[in-house]
């Protein structure tokens, strides 16, 4: 029965070459010009009934080219042959199917075969793999700035209207607000060991009146205000330091229905140099607090006009332009970015000559409305005892705004 079965085995063998040697006898190439798939092992893929039927003719102009194409029928004839023939071998003879499509064995890894012919052998080695480096270049760092600029330009407006028969009165007002901050500071990252901050802000209101018989409109805030910081680290977040303040307003300013000046130009002004420590802390950009001492301080205060301006409202002296005291300040400074939209700062700045106090403690509530509108709530308390005794707010001073308006912003980082 073994002898049968191998038999069986060889004739099989024997009728696929010779089939093969007459397709390539008959294509006119000989038996030793192509390699043929009737050689190559079975291996089972799929079972496809139409291979196991009689060729068709392909002859009969189902497809065709431009050019020539009978390379192109002979080729596919001869694929479509092999097919079949291969497909009815391992039908007649299952046993001949070497693998299954689905469990062939891995396929071995590649390499290069060294010779060695001291020893005569051959040996099966990894090729050698040359992986370019493709690696991209790294960007060039951003260049680094010496000076750190931040500005802020915004305009708000008021504007109410009451009817002459509102029953509790009133007059139309429209009321603008326009200010100006500008930020100029040492950038830390490169000079580690100095401070040196540089901040002008300036702010003009305007607003409309109806109760002045001689003017249409009046000034209602006019603040020009420089601070500077020169410090030299001691130790941590410590310097030792020199600071310089100096405000006053631009605009003639008149009390209402009178042609009595209040203020204008240098009347008042006000400089005030000091020598201390100075604290700064900042975590990134959301909160930074600073805070100025200066034991030794020197305040001098100005006033242009005497003649229509009196120069006592501002602690000077009748008669006289300036007066200049020695004492002590301290200034402190705080901001806190809740979110992008919400912003609160606020300055606490103080002196006295031992014997008058002096202070302002200004905030501002900033909430942004988009990306150039904003909504701002201000108030300014001021304390001098260096001026006359009021009746209702004794030495105290209050002003608050509350406003609307477009904003402006640009930064330099880094």
């Not at 509790?168 to 901050?197: K, R, T, V």
């Not at 631009?250 to 204008?264: E, H, I």
């Not at 001026?387 to 904003?407: C, H, M, P, T």
Request: charged share 15%; net charge neutral.
């Amino acid at each position: 029965m073994k002898k049968i079965c191998s038999l069986r085995i060889c004739l099989a063998i024997a009728a696929l070459a010779a089939m093969s040697l007459t397709m390539a006898a008959h294509e006119g190439n000989g038996p030793d010009v192509e390699s043929s798939m009737l050689y190559a092992p079975l291996v089972y893929d799929n079972y496809a009934p139409e291979a196991t039927a009689h060729p068709a003719n392909t002859s009969n102009g189902l497809y065709s080219l431009d050019a020539g194409d009978q390379w192109l029928r002979d080729a596919m004839d001869n694929s479509s042959r092999t097919h079949r023939v291969r497909q009815r071998a391992m039908i007649d003879n299952p046993q001949l199917v070497a693998y299954n499509a689905n469990r062939l064995p891995e396929a071995p890894p590649e390499g290069v075969i060294p010779s060695d012919p001291r020893q005569g052998m051959l040996s099966v080695a990894p090729p050698q793999v040359v992986v370019e480096d493709v690696t991209p270049p790294e960007a060039p760092a951003p260049p680094l700035h010496n000076w750190l600029h931040v500005f802020n330009a915004s305009l708000q407006f008021t504007q109410a209207y009451i009817s002459g028969n509102w029953y509790q009165g009133g007059e139309n007002n429209l009321a603008l607000l326009g200010s100006i901050n500008w930020n100029c500071n040492l950038n830390q990252d490169i000079h580690p060991n100095w401070l040196f901050n540089n901040a002008l802000s300036y702010k003009l209101g305007i607003a409309t009146t109806h109760g002045d018989s001689i003017r249409k409109y009046m000034i209602n805030e006019d603040n020009f205000l420089f601070t500077s910081q020169l410090g030299y680290k001691a130790v941590k977040n410590w310097y030792y330091s020199a600071m310089l303040q100096f405000t006053t307003q631009f605009l003639n300013n008149y009390k209402v229905n009178t042609r009595n000046m209040t203020a204008a130009f240098l009347s008042p002004a006000e400089l005030n140099i000091g020598l201390g420590m100075t604290y700064n802390y900042k975590k990134a950009d959301d909160r930074v607090f600073t805070l100025a001492i200066a034991p030794i301080s020197y305040n001098l205060k100005y006033c242009r006009n005497i003649t229509d301006i009196d120069p006592t409202r501002f602690g000077i002296d009748a008669g006289h332009h300036s007066k200049s005291t020695v004492g002590s300040n301290f200034e402190a400074k705080w901001l806190w970015r809740f979110s992008p939209t919400v912003m609160f700062t606020s300055r606490l700045y103080m002196f006295t000559n031992y014997e008058y106090v002096q202070g302002d403690w200004e905030n501002t509530l900033d909430l942004s409305i988009g990306k150039y509108l904003t909504t701002q709530f201000y108030t300014h308390l001021r304390f001098d005892r260096s001026r006359a005794r009021d009746d209702d707010w004794n030495y105290w001073q209050f002003k608050e705004i509350l406003s609307l308006g477009v904003v402006y912003r640009f930064a330099t980082v880094n």
